[in-house]
């Protein structure tokens, strides 16, 4: 007789499957909080776009956005979260990229050098620098100077005091951030300005025996319900930059409201096939503003733009007290061409 031997389990309800412990849901949900910003802004960088608010604010941030996409990895790998860590580490080398000096990293300037000249652009908020400027200039010894948010009492000021070295200007009046004043150890012709809400005066300047077109840049910024403004502002800049590109050498200087990470402004280098001095320097990612918060400037928005006629001997960034801005010294030489 054959007997079956049977396995009696104590009856009772089945025991729940396992959750995840409370620490690594915590992680993983900290991980995907992390990541989603700079996956969102690297898409945009890369996709060239600068969307609507909040993606062009966040724009001028994109290099230290590698921080929270770095954490985010880390964190979904000790929430054993594969795939989302998978996931952090590709929006982390892609904002790691698009944090890359943009454009080439020399200009094709060719023949002998016909002129040494030094360019200062400096923002001094609603004239409250106009005095450290003046200082600057005399130190420095620029030939030619940009200076934005220059109000009637900053221009007045500013002509009285350089009449000798800058006998020539062309001038934006307005109050606040509406004036501009754009002064120059070489004659000038007029030119007319970029039509903007913020002065962007313009001039031709007799240097080196070349005609030399200069225009001071200062759109307004993109602030949330003026981003179209801002890109209309720039889109003329690009306009000017564009009409110049085959023509006489160019100057473009000033405060773009804009980094190299925001797609308008790199529309402004590639139509005019303009070179940001401070890449040319190895400064791409210098930061110039802001100036006056208990952190340090985290943004380069002041820039001086070169056409192909220029090389760049050197570029330093100076502290001007009562502006927060970091005004940018740029050391060039204007060759003959071809």
Known sequence: MEHVLTEHRPSGPASPPTSPRPGRRLATWAAALLVAVPAVVAGCRLLGTDAVTPVPQALSFLPWLTVPAGLAALLALAARRLPLAAFAVLVLAVTAWCALPYGPDTTTARGPVV???????????????TQALTEAVRREGPQ??????????????????LAVSHPHRAVVDGEGSAGSVLLSAYPLTARPAVPAAMGM?????????????LRLAHPL????????????????????????????PVLLAGDFNASQDHAAFRAVLDAGRLHDAARLAGAA???????????P???????????????VRDVRFLDLAGSDHRAVLTGLDLHAGR
């Open 115 to 129: 002129e040494r000249l030094r360019v200062l652009t400096a923002n001094v908020e609603f004239g409250q620098a």
């Open 144 to 161: 030619i100077v940009y200076v934005s948010e220059c109000d009637p009492a900053c221009a007045r000021a500013l002509t009285a005091a």
């Open 201 to 213: 005066p313009g001039a031709s300047a007799r240097i080196g025996g070349r005609n030399v077109e």
């Open 221 to 248: 910024p993109p602030l949330p319900g003026h981003v179209d403004l801002w890109k209309r502002e720039l889109g003329r800049v690009e306009a000017f930059a564009a009409a110049h590109r085959d023509g006489d």
């Open 285 to 295: 990612r210098t930061p110039t503003w802001p100036r006056e918060l208990p952190l």
């Open 297 to 311: 400037p985290y943004v380069q928005i002041d820039h001086v733009l070169v056409s192909d006629d220029f090389r």
